[in-house]
């Protein structure tokens, strides 16, 4: 029998103390991580990552909606900036060329579903079509992570998708495309073995689902 879970788990922010140990657990597993305290910060911290000139691909994600991220990149000028390139594409007569710019970019920015506090990153997706640049295709990857997504472990973090994730993909989904998300596509990084190429950009604060 399947027990609930507190819903404070999958929405309130993680302490400092889980934080550190998500952290201390992601970076044994080569990946670079920054705790910072806010969206703002991570805003700042974005600019200085990506180069000037890059190629970006900005992940379907409400924590970079949220934040302003996808904004700043897609419209900031400073980058070439492939979804509004992509959004021009016809997706009929275009879609290999849609899927080999989504797949390799110079830097894929977007989030997660859950941050384990053993070191895996868990990401669900109903296209599949951010995960590619996510687990190698792309030169660099960062990722902006509210607190409120650090789990205890895996597990907890499949939980954490089905209940909590999905229901709130859904309804913004069938808003915006008629129709309801599904968990058609599950990565779970757990370890980055090209140091340098993965970026987590964990945050002190609570941002998107």
Same mark, same amino acid.
């Given at each position: 029998?399947?027990?609930?879970?507190? /819903?404070?788990? $999958? &929405?309130?922010?993680?302490?400092?103390? %889980? *934080?550190?140990?998500?952290?201390?657990?992601?970076? +044994?597993? @080569?990946?670079?991580?920054?705790?910072?305290?806010?969206?703002?910060?991570?805003?700042?911290?974005?600019?200085?990552?990506?180069?000037?000139? /890059?190629?970006? $691909? &900005?992940?379907?994600?409400?924590?970079? %909606? *949220?934040?302003?991220?996808?904004?700043?990149?897609? +419209?900031? @000028?400073?980058?070439?900036?492939?979804?509004?390139?992509?959004?021009?594409?016809?997706?009929?007569?275009?879609?290999?060329?849609?899927?080999?710019?989504?797949?390799?970019?110079?830097?894929?920015?977007?989030?997660?579903?859950?941050?384990?506090?053993?070191?895996?990153?868990?990401?669900?997706?109903?296209?599949?079509?951010?995960?590619?640049?996510?687990?190698?295709?792309?030169?660099?990857?960062?990722?902006?992570?509210?607190?409120?997504?650090?789990?205890?472990?895996?597990?907890?973090?499949?939980?954490?998708?089905?209940?909590?994730?999905?229901?709130?993909?859904?309804?913004?989904?069938?808003?915006?495309?008629?129709?309801?998300?599904?968990?058609?596509?599950?990565?779970?990084?757990?370890?980055?073995?090209?140091?340098?190429?993965?970026?987590?950009?964990?945050?002190?604060?609570?941002?998107?689902?």
């Amino acid at each position: 029998m399947t027990t609930s879970l507190p /819903a404070a788990l $999958f &929405t309130e922010p993680a302490s400092a103390q %889980r *934080l550190e140990r998500a952290a201390a657990a992601l970076t +044994a597993h @080569g990946f670079t991580v920054e705790i910072l305290d806010d969206v703002a910060a991570a805003r700042t911290r974005i600019r200085e990552l990506i180069p000037a000139g /890059a190629s970006v $691909f &900005t992940a379907a994600s409400e924590t970079l %909606r *949220l934040s302003g991220i996808d904004q700043d990149i897609n +419209a900031g @000028g400073q980058y070439q900036a492939l979804k509004p390139r992509l959004l021009a594409m016809d997706r009929a007569t275009e879609a290999d060329g849609i899927r080999r710019l989504v797949a390799s970019p110079d830097v894929v920015v977007g989030s997660v579903n859950a941050v384990t506090e053993t070191g895996a990153l868990v990401a669900a997706s109903a296209s599949g079509s951010q995960l590619p640049a996510y687990s190698g295709g792309a030169g660099r990857a960062i990722w902006i992570v509210g607190a409120q997504k650090v789990v205890p472990d895996l597990g907890t973090a499949l939980r954490r998708i089905e209940e909590h994730a999905l229901p709130l993909e859904s309804a913004r989904a069938q808003v915006a495309y008629g129709q309801p998300s599904a968990i058609n596509r599950l990565l779970v990084l757990n370890a980055e073995p090209h140091p340098g190429r993965a970026t987590v950009l964990l945050l002190r604060e609570a941002i998107g689902f």
